[in-house]
């Protein structure tokens, strides 16, 4: 090694100084390159310019951006600056693109000019009320300056101050409602090698090491940006898509001998349904881990993954809330299919939802809390920070479980997603397995409807594989199909055909849009069974 740890600033300047020339990020796309060198001196101009407009510790820089190295390089200069980056979905609108703005108090907004129109929009809302410093990466729309002539205009030759470690200020994925932002303090200069105890586990299960090869497979803006972050801080190179491709990604593992990768369940039915001749000449050999999380996995999704891939397939369950953490390998998930694993950071309590808080036995279904986990609020909202703490200040996810007798932890489902039908529960994940069990159904998704006499109504809305034809016919077999292994209360009532789910960008089933759509259907005279 070239020095001691407390010569460097951080990892990237160490690998910039030890690897120059080694890749760190690999466009998959368009083969784009940048080495370590590259990306170390970018972050120092873009650090430059920051430090030149003289903002204070811990402000907030709001990020409108594709996946590209410049966001990558921005990542890095707002650490050193000792600034938050809040990265901002490329899919919102500019009503939520300005609600992240507002929220996160940015006092810089940078766009890409592809999103231009949304960023001008965006900033038309906020008014004067908006960040003082519009900047934008490509050519700048009015009211904004080019980030290229902003950093050559800012330089500076100040050292690096000892400044406290900026970081992420990450919003939720707004599965519920409105995105939600979790901010954290900012690392002290001194700490800065320091790992939290989470952020150890996370590494651990992600087995970093300078020889590996990343395949960056999400949207940057969303939590799992922090591993290709995690990449580049061991050494590795990250290959990043700048949009998932299932055919696509099968052949960047095998161009780049991919080591690493992180995936969605979604990503693996798409993966699943690529025709066998785009699948199986491609080498996927190089593979140590194929880890997935951000969304429960249907069980036969995840076998047919691992007949095909093998051990390398793992799973972790967590959030931006960082309240805890599980994982599971392959061998302990065959042994416990469905399971998402023990904790690794912290301990797990099923809560009662009676408003006792009472903690459960294994095999009863509640609430998912965490005790030994980071604090947290969500920024700004001290009502939903209390709604995901209990009393006791045990952090959850907002979702429901259960454990077995041998600590594993079973996701039932959301708790704003649970149906209350008659007084009885019904926990659409169970449902939803079943139908997705039939031949003929790729997805299901399974809402509670108002129902005059219930209360709720269970509702199916189903995307057929293609080739099936939405028929009446083909809804009462698949009743059928549910009473044959599901009690009468848990059957849906109606079952809706549908060309596709609605998904938000991390592969999460945003059931409040159904719930939404499909209002009208609600009974509001008695029916029967």
């Known amino acids: 090694m070239g020095g001691a740890m407390d010569d460097w600033r951080d990892d990237l300047q160490r690998w910039a100084y030890e690897q120059p020339s080694k890749m760190a990020i690999v466009m998959a796309e368009t083969g784009e390159i940048w080495d370590f060198a590259r990306l170390d001196r970018e972050a120092n101009a873009a650090r430059a310019w920051l430090l030149s407009l003289d903002i204070a510790d ?114 939720s994925s707004g599965t519920t409602g409105k995105p939600k932002g979790v901010r954290r303090p900012l690392t002290p200069y001194s700490e800065r090698w320091k790992l939290p105890p989470f952020e150890t586990y996370i590494r651990g299960i992600f087995k970093l090491a300078p020889d590996m090869v990343y395949l960056s497979l999400a949207p940057l803006y969303h939590a799992t940006g922090r591993f290709l972050t995690r990449t580049i801080d061991a050494g590795g190179t990250a290959i990043v898509m700048g949009r998932f491709d299932a055919a696509a990604a099968l052949e960047a593992i095998e161009r780049y001998q991919v080591t690493h990768s992180l995936w969605v369940p979604t990503m693996f039915t798409r993966l699943l349904a690529v025709a066998d001749t785009d699948r199986c000449p491609r080498d996927i050999s190089s593979l140590r881990l194929a880890l997935h999380g ?36 392959a061998a302990d998930w065959r042994a416990h299919p469905g399971s998402v694993g023990r904790c690794v950071s912290g ?31 969500y920024h700004r909202d001290e009502a939903k920070s209390r709604a995901a703490q209990s009393t006791t200040g045990w952090g959850s996810y907002g979702d429901l479980g259960h454990v077995d007798e041998d600590g594993y932890l079973y996701l039932s489902d959301r708790r704003t997603d649970l149906i209350i039908t008659g007084g009885v529960n ?53 009743s059928a199909h549910c009473r044959a292994v599901l009690s009468p209360v848990k059957c849906p009532r109606q079952i809706i055909f549908a060309d596709a789910l609605p998904m938000n960008e991390n592969g999460k089933l945003l059931k409040r849009v159904l719930r939404d759509r499909y209002a009208h259907l609600a009974a509001t005279k008695g029916m029967s069974a």
């Open 294 to 329: 951000a969304a429960p996995c249907p069980p036969a999704v995840k076998m047919a993954m691992l007949e095909w891939w093998g051990d390398v397939v793992e799973e972790f369950y967590g959030g931006t809330e960082n309240v805890g953490l599980t994982h599971i390998g």
């Open 426 to 478: 019904v926990y659409p994940r169970e449902v939803e397995d079943v139908l997705e069990r039939h031949a003929v159904v790729a997805e299901a998704a399974v809402i509670g409807l108002g129902h005059a006499d219930l209360g709720h109504m269970v509702v199916a809305v189903v995307r057929l594989l293609d080739g099936s034809l939405p028929t009446s016919v083909l809804a009462d077999a698949l």
């Open 58 to 171: 811990g402000a907030t820089i709001a990020m409108l951006i594709e996946n590209r190295p410049e966001l990558i390089a921005l990542w890095y200069a707002a650490r050193r600056a000792g600034l938050y980056f809040a990265p901002i979905s490329t899919l919102s609108s500019a009503a939520e693109v300005a609600h992240v703005v507002a929220d996160s108090e940015a006092v810089i907004l940078i766009a890409s000019e592809s999103y231009s129109g949304i960023a001008v929009q965006a900033s038309s809302l906020l008014g004067d009320a908006g960040p003082v410093h519009r900047v934008m990466l490509g050519s700048p729309a009015p009211g904004f300056i080019g980030l290229t002539e902003a950093i050559a205009g800012g330089t500076s030759t100040k050292p690096f101050p000892e400044r406290p470690i900026g970081r992420e200020f990450l919003y």
């Open 347 to 377: 301990d797990i309590h099923i809560l009662s939802e009676d408003g006792s808080e009472s903690e459960l036995a294994a095999g009863e279904i509640g609430s998912v809390y965490f005790s030994g986990g980071l604090p947290f609020a």
